[in-house]
């Protein structure tokens, strides 16, 4: 059963390594991200948090877009910009606005390597730029000003310790 990774895990801020292997295990943890990402009601979930150093992630925007990127590159993004609600699985309970590209297309691999481009507006383009944001160590709150960034980890401790209670 896989855990999700929270917000103060090493891996979450490092960058991940390209997969070079393409075969049955590959496809076991796609396979398992799309269960847990299902499971933890996500838009998508990148591998680092699940605790695995590599360059894939899921994505399902409930739209009719339900697909593995591995070894993504962005390779282009719009100038124009849009405001939506954000949250993330490794952050749960916490929601912010953030700006984003409005447009992206993304080249990745499928899991058995063959190559394909994504061109992605809306939640899909949002979902893409979080998701690959992840495999950089960076989470959505790095993308918000000090105070809003402040704010919103000040509100995730509160929850979690709220939660979690005193320790036996």
Partial sequence: MLEIYTIGEEILREKCKKVVKFDSALDL????????????DGVGLAAPQIGVDLRVFVIDDHRGTRKAFINPEI???SMEECSMEEGC????????YLS???????????????TFRVEADDLLARAIQHENDHLNGILF????????????????????????????
Avoid: C, H, W
């Fill in 29 to 40: 943890l796609v396979n398992a991200m799309f269960e847990k990402m299902d499971e933890a």
């Fill in 141 to 168: 709150v790095d993308r918000l000003d000090e105070k809003s960034r402040t704010k919103i980890l000040k509100t995730y401790e509160k929850r979690n310790k709220t939660k979690r209670g005193p320790s036996k």
């Fill in 75 to 77: 390779l282009e993004t």
């Fill in 100 to 114: 984003r590209s409005e447009r992206v297309t993304v080249q990745a691999q499928d899991v058995n390597g063959k």
């Fill in 89 to 96: 699985l490794s952050i749960p309970g916490v929601y912010t």
